[in-house]
């Protein structure tokens, strides 16, 4: 019995954990070419969209566009940056060009303003 538990345990800590984003359709669009499926595009009501994914329980990960955050009332935004299943990650879409130039250089090996 306690190697059963223990093999459960095991794998319960391995699972992988799917990943969400929540953002506006220019900010889900980068993370769909990435691979990442499942991207919510945010609606009137934000904080509807960020409960309906807590609800869920079918991401572990969402990663959630900056802006949404920074329009919530302080309360809300702490519920959600308390968040742990799923645990929200907030992504800026300020990117300097600079930054953005070494990114592209680094992922792809070129660098496209040569």
Same mark, same amino acid.
């Given at each position: =019995?306690?190697?059963?538990?223990?093999?459960k345990?095991i794998? /319960?800590? +391995?699972k =992988?954990?799917?990943?969400a984003?929540l953002? +506006?359709n #220019?900010?889900?669009?980068g993370f769909? @070419?990435?691979?990442?499926?499942?991207?919510i595009e945010?609606?009137?009501n934000p904080? /509807?969209?960020? /409960?309906?994914?807590?609800e869920k329980k079918?991401?572990?990960v969402?990663?959630?566009d #900056?802006?949404i =955050?920074e329009?919530?009332?302080?309360?809300?935004k702490e519920d959600? #940056?308390?968040?742990?299943?799923?645990v929200?990650?907030p992504v800026?879409?300020?990117?300097e060009q600079?930054? @953005?130039k070494? @990114?592209?250089?680094k992922s792809?090996?070129?660098? @496209?303003?040569?």
């Open positions: =019995m306690r190697w059963q538990r223990i093999l345990s794998l /319960n800590i +391995n =992988m954990v799917k990943t984003v953002g +506006n #220019e900010f889900i669009v769909q @070419l990435a691979g990442i499926k499942d991207t945010v609606s009137d904080l /509807n969209d960020i /409960n309906k994914l807590k079918e991401h572990g969402v990663i959630i #900056e802006k =955050m329009n919530l009332d302080k309360h809300d959600v #940056e308390d968040s742990v299943d799923p929200f990650i800026s879409t300020k990117v600079d930054s @953005l070494r @990114l592209i250089k792809i090996g070129v660098d @496209l303003w040569k």
